[in-house]
C-alpha cells in the first residue's frame, strides 16, 4: 500500500506570496492532519480534517488554511507568507472513523518551505 | 491544552546497550501515546503506542511503559543498533482530540 504523498518536496517562495502544499493519505483513510515542524518549536498541530470536515485547529493565524476533497485529498494554503513561516509542513493520515479511538498517524516525508 | 516533555535531548549508546527515553504529559485526560522515530531527510515513523488501559507494550527490542498516575511513559531500546541512530519524538493525545501534542524530540545516536 502507497505512502502519504505530499507535493512538492521543496519549495522556496518570497515574502508576502502565498503558497499551496498538497498531500494523498494512504488510500482508505479519511483523516488528515497537517504538521508544522521547525528547530524552534517542534512539531506543531495546524489542523485535521475528516469527510471535508475540519474537526480541530491548532494555535496559527488565520493566514494558514487547509481543506480536505471527497477522495480525501488534502489542501493546505498559506497567504502573505512571512520568513518564519519556513518550515517542514507534514501531512499525516488515518482512518480517523472510530468516535473516541484514536487511530494512528501515518506521516509523509513533508514539503519543505524556504521564505526568503 | 496538553504539554508534553521528554528527556533527554540527546542520548549516545554503545551499540548492544540499552536507550531510554521518557516523556511527561500534563493532561490526564490523555489516553493514546504514540511513538515516532524521524530519519534524515523523512517524515516521523511510527514505531511503537500504548493506550490508557495497558502499562506495558514490546515488540520486539522495543517497549514502552506508561503510568498513568504519574502522568509519564518511557520508551526501551534494547541491543541498540546503528540503524537505530535518529530523533525519536514521544506524544500525546486524548479521545476525539483528532491531535497529536508532541515532545521535543531525543537525538540517539549509537556508537559502533
Same mark, same amino acid.
Given at each position: ?11 522556496i517562495?518570497? @515574502?508576502?506570496? #502565498? ?10 483513510? @479519511?483523516?488528515?492532519s497537517?504538521?508544522? #515542524?521547525?528547530?524552534? #518549536? ?5 489542523? *485535521?480534517?475528516?469527510? *471535508? ?22 489542501e ?12 517542514l ?20 516525508n513533508?514539503? @519543505?518551505?524556504?521564505?526568503? | ?8 535531548? +540527546? ?10 527515553i521518557?516523556?511527561t504529559? !500534563?493532561?490526564?485526560?490523555s ?6 522515530k524521524q530519519?534524515? /531527510?523523512?517524515?516521523? %515513523?511510527?514505531?511503537? $503506542?500504548?493506550?490508557?488501559n495497558? /502499562?506495558? =507494550?514490546k515488540?520486539?527490542r522495543?517497549?514502552? +511503559?506508561?503510568n ?7 520508551l526501551h531500546?534494547?541491543? +541498540? %543498533? ?7 519524538f514521544?506524544a500525546?493525545?486524548?479521545?476525539? $482530540?483528532? =491531535?497529536? !501534542? ?6 540517539? +545516536?549509537?556508537?559502533?
Open positions: 500500500k502507497a505512502g502519504v504523498t505530499q507535493t512538492p518536496r521543496y519549495l517562495k518570497t @515574502r508576502g506570496q #502565498q503558497v499551496t502544499l498538497s498531500c494523498s493519505p494512504i488510500s482508505g483513510h @479519511r483523516s488528515v497537517w504538521y508544522q #515542524q521547525t528547530p524552534g #518549536q517542534g512539531l506543531q498541530f495546524l489542523f *485535521e480534517y475528516f469527510s *471535508e470536515t475540519q474537526r480541530n485547529k491548532g494555535n496559527f493565524p488565520g493566514r494558514f488554511s487547509g481543506r480536505q476533497f471527497s477522495n480525501s485529498r488534502s493546505m494554503n498559506v497567504s502573505t507568507l512571512e520568513l518564519g513561516d519556513s518550515a509542513y507534514l501531512c499525516a493520515s488515518s482512518l480517523g472513523d472510530r468516535s473516541g479511538y484514536n487511530s494512528p498517524l501515518h506521516f509523509g513533508g514539503t @519543505r518551505l524556504t521564505v526568503t | 491544552g496538553e504539554n508534553v516533555e521528554q528527556h533527554p535531548s +540527546t542520548l549516545s549508546v554503545q551499540e548492544g546497550d540499552s536507550a531510554v521518557k516523556c504529559y !500534563s493532561d490526564s485526560a489516553n493514546y501515546f504514540p511513538w515516532y530519519e534524515l /531527510g523523512k517524515g516521523p %515513523q511510527l514505531i511503537i $503506542d500504548i493506550r490508557s495497558v /502499562g506495558e =507494550k515488540d520486539q522495543i517497549a514502552v +511503559t506508561l498513568k498516575t504519574a502522568k509519564h511513559f518511557s531500546i534494547t541491543e +541498540t %543498533q546503528p540503524e537505530d541512530s535518529a530523533v525519536y514521544c500525546a493525545s486524548g479521545s476525539n $482530540d483528532y =491531535k497529536l !501534542s508532541f515532545g521535543a524530540g531525543t537525538t540517539v +545516536t549509537v556508537r559502533a
